[in-house]
């Protein structure tokens, strides 16, 4: 293949977790992968973007994007879980707690805006009540925990 120089980029993240990839104007391209922090039993938040939705993109691997509800505590109270599929686009709306768990071979392209970051990404933290409901729907999708 020819290559294209200064008009073609190419870009890859193979790391562990998340990296923003591609930044231009007010989007960005984000790459997800496996990293053991985002075991069912090891997750610590749900976080939801205030000024923007989200949209996910299961590559290869598997994914389970999880939804949180706030309950009155002002905790997660009741949580939803959607396996993703390969090449369908999964948009969280904003304002919608959410966190995710993926196989060790899992690969997730995120489209989101440049400017989501900490000061408008709240995060409600997780104790073994959620952690007990996420490894429930591990286990029911997946057959595992």
């Given at each position: 293949?020819?290559?294209?120089?200064?008009?073609?980029?190419?870009?890859?993240?193979?790391?562990?977790?998340?990296?923003?990839?591609?930044?231009?104007?007010?989007?960005?391209?984000?790459?997800?992968?496996?990293?053991?922090?985002?075991?069912?039993?090891?997750?610590?938040?749900?976080?939801?973007?205030?000024?923007?939705?989200?949209?996910?993109?299961?590559?290869?691997?598997?994914?389970?994007?999880?939804?949180?509800?706030?309950?009155?505590?002002?905790?997660?109270?009741?949580?939803?879980?959607?396996?993703?599929?390969?090449?369908?686009?999964?948009?969280?709306?904003?304002?919608?707690?959410?966190?995710?768990?993926?196989?060790?071979?899992?690969?997730?392209?995120?489209?989101?805006?440049?400017?989501?970051?900490?000061?408008?990404?709240?995060?409600?933290r997780t104790g073994d009540q959620e952690r007990?409901?996420?490894?429930?729907?591990?286990?029911?999708?997946?057959?595992?925990?």
């Amino acid at each position: 293949m020819d290559s294209l120089p200064n008009i073609i980029d190419v870009d890859t993240y193979e790391e562990e977790g998340y990296a923003p990839v591609v930044d231009f104007q007010h989007w960005r391209v984000a790459l997800l992968n496996y990293i053991d922090e985002l075991e069912a039993d090891k997750i610590n938040n749900f976080h939801m973007h205030e000024e923007t939705d989200e949209v996910f993109v299961l590559l290869q691997g598997r994914c389970i994007l999880f939804a949180g509800e706030i309950g009155k505590s002002g905790g997660i109270d009741r949580v939803s879980a959607l396996d993703m599929k390969p090449n369908q686009l999964y948009t969280v709306k904003k304002g919608v707690y959410h966190t995710h768990t993926l196989s060790e071979d899992a690969k997730v392209l995120i489209v989101e805006n440049q400017d989501t970051g900490d000061h408008n990404t709240p995060m409600v933290r997780t104790g073994d009540q959620e952690r007990v409901q996420l490894e429930h729907w591990v286990s029911k999708l997946w057959g595992t925990t």
